[in-house]
């Protein structure tokens, strides 16, 4: 630990007390970590405030001494956002503490709820209202809200209600000086000028830690229906999509998989059941909400299948048969990743495109690394394609990681961008894309980022090494 970081947490002490303080690297050592165990970094300590009075007064002895922090909610990351750097110079802020729901209101259709407050907890205190919260992913069970503003997550309902750009109704979050912006008010018009909640929201941590934040429901569904279906290529996919969005706006999830992420999870998972009989080259999961949903999605599989643009479906026949479906979507990365070393990408692309894409991508990566594996699976509706590439069988993980996984990304990256697309679609920059943004932005977006950057955190206290590469701040005298 540097003399800064041991002056900044006695200073800590008398205010948090020291049961907010840890440093045992036995309790350390888990948070050091992320979620894929692509990155290893070293924290000294981790600093675990109460409320956001202890957040501010942590962010301004963090400022005072010139240490670095790196706030971490639930650590489930896919690019090395919460992760500190190798190097100690960092500590970890904790926000787990920050776990209350303060209000749920049903008539306003608002709920606020600390950084801390894990995904699946917020579901359920909508539905104790008759409300729900249109966000869910797979890593619902320890995602939380700070991290799921910071990265303006998306998951399988973006289709119908947007990312948490559109969720997100006001945010309160300290800043880099120890000052706290109470954003929370739910204003349907506020000309103040800059839109701090808007440039907050996938800000990754690096312009303010957010320790709150206002998000919108919406009411439950009066009927729900669920359906998987196989398919013979994504083109065919997207014709029945927009059969779909022109007989109803309710479609709320249109996901695609292929084969083998279908067979990766049965693997995976000992009580999952194939849902289909045969041998499907492509595989759909389709959601409609409303009234009319059960006949909507009856009437537009039958056409589907009847001009061949499907070749089975079934409709779940229970709520616990959709959530069945829903599971074995929500296990594909955990499933994949136990197959072997990859080069994972969340990136996007034009809609339209995005079945000419998948195939071609995929044909364009096997055929320039012998041996290796591309297929991808995603939400056709927004364009977001989870791309993987597998390593050959037998490849050694720490020489991939290290030689062939740089190489590969800028092929995959240079593929999305000649498609008009982003690299980063809902996961963030993080750690891992950071010198991918560099070489690939527009000299205007990196003049931009660097500057807002710049203005709101000129120390670089603020999650250093993510999204935007600023120089290390200079050690207090």
């Known amino acids: 630990m540097t003399p800064a970081q041991t002056a900044m947490l006695e200073a800590l002490a008398p205010r948090l007390g020291r049961q907010a303080i840890v440093t045992d690297r036995d309790l350390i050592a888990p948070w050091e970590i992320d979620w894929r165990r692509r990155f290893h970094g070293h924290a000294p300590a981790i600093v675990a405030p109460a409320d956001t009075a202890e957040v501010a007064a942590v962010v301004a002895a963090a400022a005072a001494h010139r240490v670095p922090l790196v706030p971490q909610g639930g650590n489930s990351s896919m690019v090395g956002g919460a992760t500190p750097p190798a190097d100690g110079s960092a500590l970890i802020l904790s926000l ?49 809200v700070g991290g799921l503003v910071s990265t303006n997550a998306g998951g399988t309902q973006v289709l119908r209600f947007g990312s948490m750009r559109g ?10 000086d120890g000052s706290i912006h109470d954003g929370l008010a739910a204003l349907k018009k506020d000309n103040r000028g800059y839109d701090l909640t808007q440039l907050l929201i996938g800000g990754e941590g690096t312009l303010g830690i957010v320790t709150a934040a206002a998000l919108r429901l919406v009411p439950l569904p009066a009927v729900r229906a669920t359906a998987w279906a196989a398919t013979h290529d994504p083109e ?15 479609v709320e ?40 949903a059960p006949a909507v999605l009856e009437r537009e599989l039958a056409a589907g299948l009847d001009d061949g643009l499907i070749a089975d479906a079934t409709i779940a026949a ?44 995929a044909a364009a990566c096997e055929a320039r690394f012998p041996g290796t594996h591309a297929s991808g699976f995603g939400h056709l509706g927004d364009g977001n394609i989870h791309f993987h590439v597998r390593a050959a069988p037998g490849t050694d993980p720490a020489r991939w990681y290290a030689e062939d996984v740089p ?61 935007v590469a600023l120089a290390p701040p200079a050690a207090a005298q």
């Open 96 to 144: 787990r503490r920050l776990n209350t729901i303060r209000t749920v209101d049903a008539e306003a259709g608002l709920a606020v709820a600390e950084a801390g407050v894990i995904l699946a907890d917020l579901h359920d205190a909508a539905l104790a209202v008759d409300r729900r919260f249109p966000l869910t992913l797979g890593a619902k069970g320890n995602a939380t």
């Open 167 to 176: 969720l997100v109704a006001g945010v309160e979050a300290v800043l880099a």
């Open 253 to 292: 999830s249109f996901e695609i998989l292929p084969r083998e992420s279908l067979a990766a999870v049965l693997a995976h998972l000992p009580t999952a059941r194939a849902p289909l009989a045969g041998d499907h080259p492509w595989h759909l999961l389709i959601e409609l909400t409303g009234a009319d």
């Open 236 to 250: 065919a996919a997207l014709k029945l999509l927009r059969r779909f969005q022109h007989a109803s706006d309710a």
């Open 407 to 467: 190489v590969v990304t800028r092929f995959v990256d240079d593929l999305v961008v000649a498609a008009g697309g982003s690299i980063a679609a809902e996961h963030g920059i993080g750690q891992m894309k950071v010198a991918e943004l560099a070489r690939l932005s527009s000299p205007a977006r990196l003049t931009a980022l660097r500057a807002v950057k710049a203005a709101m955190d000129p120390l670089g206290i603020l999650n250093p090494g993510k999204l």
């Open 318 to 361: 229970s709520e616990a048969q959709a959530q069945a479906f829903w599971r074995m979507r929500e296990s594909i990365s955990d499933a994949e990743r136990a197959l072997g070393p990859a080069s994972q990408h969340d990136i996007s692309v034009p809609v339209a495109i995005m079945p000419r894409f998948m195939i071609e991508a």
